[in-house]
């Protein structure tokens, strides 16, 4: 018998191999603004909830201008997680597994449009019992607020609920909301601080041992 009774996954990187897409269709983009974004930076602004459009105001971009090419950026990520391969193996097999003994939901950064592009021809969503995107709350990860709106919605205490992140600014954000988190292995974030994890694991389908086997 677990300790938990609830999981909170995580989306982009923990269910779909999205995040190298999302930095790439965002160096291409803020590149129109002379913004050279190179990965090491992109991910020390993602650690700390910031972004890479920061960089162009400190050009003296307008807000105008921002505005115009994030929407380029948005619409070129749509393109690519659409015709990109984007599945990580056997996801759908280890929520299965999972939602025999655990409430399960996806707590994601991803815009609601992003996500359903994402899902269109996927079966990942109707194995959880509910989604919340990035429009389901007030301030986004590393803020705890994502989180404690899935709390929230599943009427428990965060003792009773596991995180699953592969990032430090969403390991940031489950913390916060006094939550155990699981790291799961990401070659893109893994230069990331994750001292703070309850759990470490290489792969997702090595979720089930794990939080099954707790003392």
Request: one cysteine or more; proline letters at 4%; glycine letters at 2%.
């Amino acid at each position: 018998m677990s300790r938990y009774t609830h999981i909170l996954l995580d989306h982009d990187g923990v269910l779909v191999d999205t995040e190298p897409l999302y930095f790439h269709a965002t160096q291409e983009c803020v590149a129109e603004l002379g913004v050279s974004l190179q990965l090491s930076d992109y991910l020390t602004l993602m650690a700390q909830g910031r972004n890479a459009w920061e960089l162009a105001r400190k050009r003296r971009i307008s807000e105008d201008e921002i505005s115009r090419v994030r929407h380029r950026r948005n619409l070129r990520y749509r393109e690519l997680i659409a015709s990109e391969p984007i599945d990580i193996d056997g996801v759908e097999d280890v929520l299965a597994n999972l939602a025999r003994s655990f409430r399960l939901a996806i707590v994601t950064t991803a815009l609601a449009e992003d996500f359903e592009v994402i899902h269109r021809r996927r079966n990942i969503v109707p194995l959880v019992d509910f989604v919340l995107t990035r429009e389901d709350y007030a301030n986004s990860k590393p803020h705890p607020d994502p989180y404690l709106a899935a709390l929230e919605r599943f009427k428990i205490s965060p003792r009773a609920a596991l995180a699953v992140e592969d990032s430090q600014r969403g390991l940031q954000a489950a913390t916060a909301a006094g939550l155990d988190c699981v790291v799961v292995h990401n070659a893109f974030t893994a230069a990331q601080d994750f001292s703070a994890a309850t759990y470490r694991i290489e792969h997702l389908a090595d979720l089930p041992s794990c939080v099954l086997n707790l003392p």
